[in-house]
């Protein structure tokens, strides 16, 4: 059991990392940079050490097109479904309506300025972390697995993505971040259809552009 111990270690580490640097003033800038280079460079670290391929953490591979193209298909199922129910949930609970054009904030040079650190800082970043390294390393302990659209997924990506959702808390202490865990499970599954994290790097970035839109039309 202990190959099941070690990526829950290395992820304690890394959020204790995480949790001193946003709590010390003089570091609390430079923030994004330290969550971004934990994230990249700890599996990156041991894919070294133990002298794995990236292929390992679905890094790479001859599956990457075909990876990125199941999350564009997905996108455009679940994205319109999931705007509608945003409308609603916000004109319900807030009463907050949609109004055009985008609010003034969502000007182009902001939202290209967000659209590159969502995908530089935050996409990339947190699925080589969470899809590429976690989902990998509690995978080999998984026992039994049920198939889920095709795909057979056992408790490790419950786990990766219950950590994925706690793991936001340490930043930004509202519970409702939590809900970063739903997504997650799409996220989750891309990465097991194809062996690869391009769909989820993808998917992921554009649900972030997506809520970055949704917010912009809200009055």
Request: with cysteine.
């Amino acid at each position: 059991m202990k190959q099941c111990r070690t990526p829950l270690i290395v992820y304690i580490v890394v959020m204790l990392a995480i949790y001193a640097t946003n709590r010390l003033s003089p570091l609390k800038p430079s923030l994004g940079i330290v969550v971004a280079a934990l994230f990249l460079y700890t599996p990156v670290a041991f894919l070294l050490i133990k002298k794995r391929p990236p292929s390992l953490y679905g890094i790479g591979g001859k599956f990457m097109a075909r990876s990125v193209a199941r999350a564009l298909l997905l996108a455009a199922i679940v994205f319109p479904l999931y705007a509608a129910g945003f409308f609603v949930y916000m004109r319900h609970f807030y009463s907050l309506g949609v109004t055009f054009p985008l609010a003034p904030f969502a000007g182009a040079g902001h939202v290209l300025g967000f659209a590159l650190n969502g995908l530089l800082m935050v996409a990339i970043p947190e699925e080589v972390f969470y899809r590429g390294y976690m989902q990998a390393e509690m995978g080999r302990c998984d026992g039994r697995k049920i198939r889920v659209f095709g795909i057979k997924l056992g408790v490790s990506v419950l786990i990766t993505n219950a950590l994925f959702a706690a793991g936001h808390l340490i930043v930004i202490p509202d519970v409702r971040r939590l809900a970063v865990f739903f997504p997650g499970l799409a996220f989750s599954w891309l990465r097991e259809k194809d062996d690869n994290i391009a769909g989820p790097i993808v998917f992921h970035w554009l649900s972030n552009m997506l809520s970055f839109f949704l917010f912009s039309l809200l009055r």
